[in-house]
């Protein structure tokens, strides 16, 4: 497995993992959008030549921001999630400098919680009808080792 910058030739494949993965996927417009004001914040995962997930975020308020994590139902359980947040978290935490990791996760999603549990995020508050079908969010976090300083958040 090859963990990755984003490259526009990329697009086709994201497209498709988001169409597979999420019950209201982003539009291109928005994932352009992000990538082009953080492109170091976007990775993909490739194993023979071929994408099978990404991860995408950005920056908000001196905080890392993950936008969307998604693996290729076929490709799940063989640590490419893992692989993704970590590099991700790396540009965060020791090139960007940020304290905090920020994400909104839906309700439901007791896969992605549990993951992310794993991985160290914890809850931080409720988003009451956060998603278009009015389905809430819970805001996780995770806080860099040693970090000094309060958490910043205005979105929610």
């Not at 090859?2 to 988001?18: G, N, P, Q, T, W």
């Not at 999420?22 to 004001?37: A, C, E, H, Q």
């Not at 590099?87 to 400098?97: G, K, M, Q, S, W």
């Amino acid at each position: 497995m090859i963990i990755r910058k984003f490259s526009s030739k990329d697009l086709d494949a994201v497209e498709e993992i988001e169409r597979e993965a999420f019950k209201t996927p982003y539009p291109t417009s928005l994932i352009l959008g992000f990538w082009s004001m953080y492109p170091n914040c976007f990775y993909v995962a490739e194993i023979d030549g071929r994408v099978v997930g990404y991860i995408l975020g950005s920056m908000d308020w001196g905080n890392g921001h993950i936008i969307s994590l998604a693996v290729k139902k076929e490709c799940r359980g063989l640590g490419i999630g893992t692989a993704l947040l970590k590099t991700l978290e790396n540009y965060y935490f020791n090139i960007a400098n940020c304290n905090y990791i920020v994400l909104e996760v839906r309700v439901s999603n007791v896969l992605a919680r549990r993951f992310y549990y794993r991985m160290g995020y914890r809850d931080r508050k409720l988003l009451p009808k956060y998603y278009e079908d009015g389905e809430d969010a819970i805001l996780m976090i995770k806080k860099k080792p040693n970090a000094k300083g309060p958490l910043i958040i205005t979105l929610w």
